[in-house]
């Protein structure tokens, strides 16, 4: 199984990005995908999830009307918009997958990327 991010850069704040992670190896009907982040000095914090039939739930309220997740199960791709971009919002986004429900626990997942840089200068 391999999951790899892409799509992270700089931006300036209140700008977009849109981040995706292409998955293989793994039956996506089978997976929910989440959206962590981790800014220097910081634990892992769970950002967003996307169950298997393509709900969404929003665990860090600081993105919430923000943030987006989606999927895309034919083209094996799951992708995080995120809009009007803060200078807090800077971190290192990991997609990971875990074959049951989302859950906000990372150390639940299955699978996980190696994560791509976002940062939001002020």
């Known amino acids: 199984v391999q999951l790899v991010e892409s799509g992270g850069g700089l931006v300036q704040s209140g700008g977009s990005l849109r981040l995706s992670c292409a998955a293989s190896?793994?039956?996506?009907?089978?997976?929910?995908f989440g959206w962590f982040r981790q800014a220097p000095g910081k634990g892992r914090e769970a950002v967003l999830c996307?169950?298997?039939?393509?709900?969404?739930?929003t665990y860090a309220k600081s993105v919430k009307g923000r943030f987006t997740t989606s999927r895309d199960n034919a083209k094996n791709m799951v992708y995080l918009q995120m809009n009007s971009l803060k200078s807090e919002d800077t971190a290192v986004y990991y997609c990971?997958?875990?074959?049951?429900?989302?859950?906000?626990?990372?150390?639940?997942?299955?699978?996980w990327g190696q994560g791509t840089q976002v940062t939001v200068s002020s």
């Open positions: 990971a997958a875990i074959i049951a429900g989302c859950v906000d626990a990372d150390d639940l997942y299955d699978y």
């Open positions: 996307i169950s298997t039939d393509g709900i969404s739930t």
């Open positions: 190896g793994l039956t996506m009907d089978y997976h929910a």
